[in-house]
């Protein structure tokens, strides 16, 4: 018997992306139900070979639902997610809204599967935030070997982060530009379009930005909370692809070549990493793929043990809906949920 999937923000990127990967994967569904709010009532959305007419969630019952797994943005997940969680459905949660409670596990399966059984205090699982999520990936492993004492990193984010309308922005500015059009920012504090903007998310009272204040918070939260770690997060002129430049320093000696050996048996890892024209990973080589890709691996002698890399990754994918249906697949290899029985 297969499990009923209901995905909540089914009309977005993210959450036509989480159909896309679920039947990709095989994960196994006897039934997915798309929701979204009123005003996409009956919007078609696929699933596979199949179409899927959106329902609305204000409306829907989940109390014959196994896993819901909500893209839909936090003031959403704040109100949906504990009333699902409460009527027997495990809620896998794409947005911040939980992140940070305690009692509510934040997972990449790669790093910390094992904080996965804390999920019944609530029925709530988290998921990071994209930029946090691949730069864990790489990470995990070169702590597990060298541990890791300061991070310092610089984001290179791409429109899809900020969605549909980010999308369409840089696209309209593109196009505006080439026309010599007027050049509008309506999703963006300042144009996109040929720029670079160093702000992601509202500031914070210390000068950074909530965005940076994530991954601190988040990496801390799933690797190692002895770990120091700051960022700057910049939107750049790309549609799809998280890129990082990352500076990282070790407790104990690690040389590139070791890095490298470590990063290429690690899960989820892709090492691009030949020093040549071309020899690297950049967004376009992300986009659509599911692994987390890391090139110019390199020692850094301005400090001991000292590595500095590049990070690459389908924030869509990894940075989301992916991570969304690979906490899914945990949750059944585990044996942690089971298909509810259905009525007779």
């Known amino acids: 018997m297969g499990f009923k999937v209901a995905i909540v923000g089914a009309t977005g990127n993210v959450g036509r992306e ?18 979204a709010s009123r005003r996409s009532l009956g919007t078609e959305v696929s699933f596979g070979d199949r179409t899927l007419k959106v329902k609305v969630l204000d409306t829907y019952d989940f109390s014959d639902t196994d896993l819901c797994i909500m893209s839909a943005g936090g003031n959403v997940s704040k109100e949906w997610s504990p009333k699902i969680g409460k009527q027997g459905c495990v809620v896998i949660d794409n947005s911040s809204a939980f992140r940070y409670d305690q009692d509510v596990p934040l997972i990449v399966p790669e790093v910390n599967p094992d904080a996965i059984s804390l999920f019944t205090r609530k029925n709530i ?59 509008e920012a309506k999703k963006f504090t300042k144009r996109i379009a040929f720029n670079v903007i160093p702000h992601i998310d509202v500031f914070m009272d210390d000068g950074f930005t ?48 070791e890095a490298r050996h470590i990063l290429r048996d690690a899960p989820g890892c892709l090492v691009v990493d030949k020093q040549e024209d071309g020899g690297y990973a950049t967004p376009i080589d992300s986009a659509g793929e599911d692994a987390t890709y890391i090139s110019r691996i390199r020692e850094d002698s301005t400090v001991d043990n000292g ?25 059944v290899e585990r044996g942690l949920i089971t298909p509810k029985k259905k009525a007779a």
């Open 125 to 183: 699982i988290a998921n990071p935030n994209c930029s946090t999520a691949q730069l864990v990936v790489a990470l995990k492993p070169l702590h597990d070997q060298a541990t890791i004492k300061r991070v310092v990193v610089a984001t290179y984010q791409s429109v899809s982060g900020a969605g549909k309308e980010g999308m369409d922005e840089l696209f309209t500015q593109t196009r505006a530009v080439f026309v010599a059009d007027p050049v």
């Open 307 to 331: 590595l500095s890399m590049w990070i690459v990754s389908d924030n869509l994918r990894k940075g989301a809906a992916l991570n969304a249906v690979q906490i899914a697949e945990l949750l």
């Open 18 to 35: 989480m159909l896309n990967i679920l039947e990709e994967r095989g994960f196994p569904v006897d039934e997915v139900v798309a929701l």
């Open 210 to 257: 909530k965005e940076e204040w994530k991954m601190v918070a988040e990496t801390k939260k799933m690797l190692d909370p002895k770990i120091k770690l700051t960022a700057t997060c910049v939107r750049v002129p790309v549609f799809i692809g998280h890129s990082e430049a990352v500076n990282v320093e070790f407790e104990k000696p690690i040389t590139a070549d």
